[in-house]
């Protein structure tokens, strides 16, 4: 099956997997892995500080996250950066795509031992996972936590889902992300400390997901630390931007400011 690889074109803005092939005094060639056509890195778009060597930056062969500046599908263009890309897109991009090749690699299995065509698995298995969960891996890694009734719920047929679920558990390692950063919180009233604690009580209310955890504590005033554990970054994101959120409304209506920072 080629779920990963689409016969569309990518969107200006988009992060895409790229495999190093050329490497030119002026720029890199590279095959996207996701869509397998060839895009260009010039040599102005590998760092923000003065390229001698582009060797070292990347190298033939290597995977990189590049960020999609200009698409051209007349002439096969595609115009990509590594400068503009940051670590923490870097990494979320990197493990979506690895859990995509893993979930690939599990429809394979499922495929040969249920003796169905791979195009067929992407009919009835691949699709419905991503119209239900958002990816097929994310349905997959529910499946390997909870079994088959995820799948079923998501509209796949009895036998296929205890088929897959099976092979889920086997195949995918649950693990844990952690995803932090400091909040700067200041209040100038009279009873300012009291009024930062009431601001972060609250986000200590936010319910979370099972399976997260979060930690809210001071390093010194005024700043804060929050840090959020969960199965993957985007949920642990979502929590950590949930928090920061009350947070700062919190403290303006009570009268004093906030600043986000990340990482």
Not at 42 to 54: A, C, L
Not at 233 to 239: E, L, R
Request: hydrophobic fraction near 40%.
């Amino acid at each position: 099956m080629s779920s990963i690889k689409r016969d569309d074109w990518p969107e200006i803005g988009e992060l895409v997997v790229a495999t190093v092939n050329e490497i030119r005094n002026y720029g890199v060639y590279v095959m996207l892995d996701e869509y397998g056509k060839e895009g260009f890195l010039h040599t102005s778009e590998i760092s923000s500080s003065w390229v001698k060597n582009i060797r070292d930056f990347v190298r033939e062969g290597e995977k990189v996250v590049l960020k999609v500046l200009r698409v051209d599908p007349e002439k096969g263009h595609i115009d990509l950066s590594l400068r503009r890309v940051t670590k923490r897109e870097r990494r979320e991009k990197m493990l979506l795509w690895k859990q995509s090749k893993k979930a690939e690699s599990i429809m394979r299995s499922l495929s040969q031992k249920l003796n169905i065509p791979l195009d067929e698995i992407h009919e009835k298995v691949w699709i419905p996972l991503e119209e239900t969960f958002g990816t097929a891996y994310e349905g997959l890694e529910k499946a390997a936590m909870e079994g088959a009734n995820p799948l079923i719920g998501a509209g796949l047929p009895h036998r296929i889902a205890g088929v897959l679920a099976e092979i889920a558990k086997e195949k995918i390692r649950i693990t844990s992300v952690k995803v932090q950063g400091t909040l700067r919180v200041s209040c100038r009233k009279p009873d300012g400390v009291l009024r930062i604690k009431k601001a972060f009580a609250e986000a200590e209310k936010v319910k979370i997901p099972n399976g997260s955890s979060k930690r809210i504590y001071v390093i010194s005033p005024p700043r804060y630390r929050i840090e959020v554990t969960a199965r993957d970054y985007k949920t642990a994101n979502i929590i950590f931007q949930k928090i920061a959120d009350i947070v700062m409304q919190s403290i303006k209506r009570l009268g004093g400011e906030g600043k986000i920072e990340r990482g």
